[in-house]
DNA sequence: AGTTCGGACCGTT
DNA sequence: AACGGTCCGAACT
């Protein structure tokens, strides 16, 4: 598994590639990155290093990215799996409740759990994580600051009522 | 209108 | 067995 640094407008975030394509990304940190040598990225890694900047600087901008790398999503559980596909189904600009997502996924009583895999989401951003907000429209949680789930949704033109 | 409280509910560790 | 990025209704201020 190897990281890359992707920098934006907004600070740096880490993107991290298994065998098989994107496996996570990471918030900047404000931590101090220690200053190791690049390990090589496969051919093929760098490609998809590409795409997944391209989609992340879209994706900020608060447009629909036009097209993803690979994500694996292969360390996550089968409900986890059907809520971030479920999320991913969700279009910039709109929103949904924890509920709307668990009636979505056939599991209308599975609320909190739905709130759950939300916060286990390895690909923020990109896996809109941050478009489901709480019953009446109200932010609800975010497990990175909810400045970014903010700063998100405004940027997609999605009101978050107040708060 | 807004707030707080208490249960019910479900997947994960 | 305990914890959540919840939800809803009831009972408050």
């Not at 190791?36 to 093929?44: G, K, N």
């Not at 279009?91 to 939300?118: D, F, H, L, M, N």
């Not at 994580?129 to 429209?137: E, I, K, N, S, Y």
Request: proline share 7%.
């Amino acid at each position: 598994m190897t990281t890359a640094l992707i920098q934006t407008a907004e600070g740096a975030f880490a993107a991290h590639f298994s065998e098989s394509g994107l496996a996570g990304l990471d918030f900047p940190t404000t931590e101090i990155v220690p200053r190791t040598v690049a390990p090589e990225l496969s051919a093929q890694s760098s490609v998809w290093l590409r795409l997944t900047e391209r989609a992340l600087k879209q994706a900020l901008e608060g447009k629909t990215p036009d097209e993803l790398p690979p994500l694996d999503l292969s360390a996550g559980t089968e409900f986890q799996r059907r809520v971030w596909d479920a999320l991913r189904k969700v279009p910039s600009g709109q929103t949904k409740s924890y509920a709307q997502v668990a009636q979505s996924i056939e599991r209308p009583k599975a609320v909190r759990a739905v709130g759950q895999a939300c916060g286990a989401n390895p690909i923020p951003v990109l896996i809109p994580c941050h478009r489901v907000l709480a019953a009446g429209g109200k932010l609800g949680g975010f497990s990175s600051s909810l400045d970014w789930k903010r700063k998100l949704l405004t940027r997609e033109g999605a009101i978050p009522t107040s708060d």
